[in-house]
């Protein structure tokens, strides 16, 4: 087994953190923060938007059974990657779609995937999925872990 990491965000994290626990090779997925300037920021203080953080979901995933391009397609495939800062009903920066790349090849990729959906033509308008290397990211409030194995399947974009 070889395991990494990797960090997307796409929108609410809850269907975005059960989609990828779903994945075959995916070890483990955690909903969080990432990509702000608040030392372990709250859930409240994330969504009010003064944090600069976005809902991060953390793969860990193992790359002998699901490639990293794999995990990428699919964070693709799984929100509007051309809407800025608004994923479904929900809105505001706390929501906008980024890869936080944790080194040089997932960064190349994660570029060369945009490069690929805009390409495709499945968007009208272009990609404006951030992409840069990774910061700390900070684990979310317990209750938002596994959400929807402990209250159901809800209203989400994913």
């Known amino acids: 087994m070889s395991e990494k990491t990797a960090y997307f965000a796409a929108g609410c994290f809850w269907g975005v953190e059960d989609a990828f ?18 030392e372990n920021p709250t859930y409240r203080q994330v969504c009010a938007g003064t944090t600069g ?5 953390e793969v860990i995933f193992d790359d002998e059974e699901v490639s990293y391009e794999a995990l990428l397609e699919q964070f693709f495939d799984m929100h509007n990657p051309t809407t800025l800062n608004r994923q479904g009903p929900d809105f505001g920066s706390q929501y906008r779609s980024a890869v936080f790349a944790v080194d040089e090849q997932q960064l190349a990729a ?3 995937m945009i ?3 805009d390409a495709s033509g499945k968007w009208r308008d272009p990609v404006v999925t951030e992409v840069k290397l990774a910061e700390t990211f900070w684990r979310a409030e317990d209750y938002h872990q596994r959400y929807f194995e402990k209250n159901g399947p809800g209203f989400c974009h994913v």
Do not use: C, N, P, W
């Open 53 to 57: 953080h976005t809902e991060t979901v």
């Open 110 to 112: 994660a570029k060369t």
């Open 21 to 38: 626990r779903k994945t075959e090779g995916v070890i483990d997925a955690v909903s969080g923060y990432m990509g702000g300037h608040t």
């Open 115 to 117: 490069e690929a959906v």
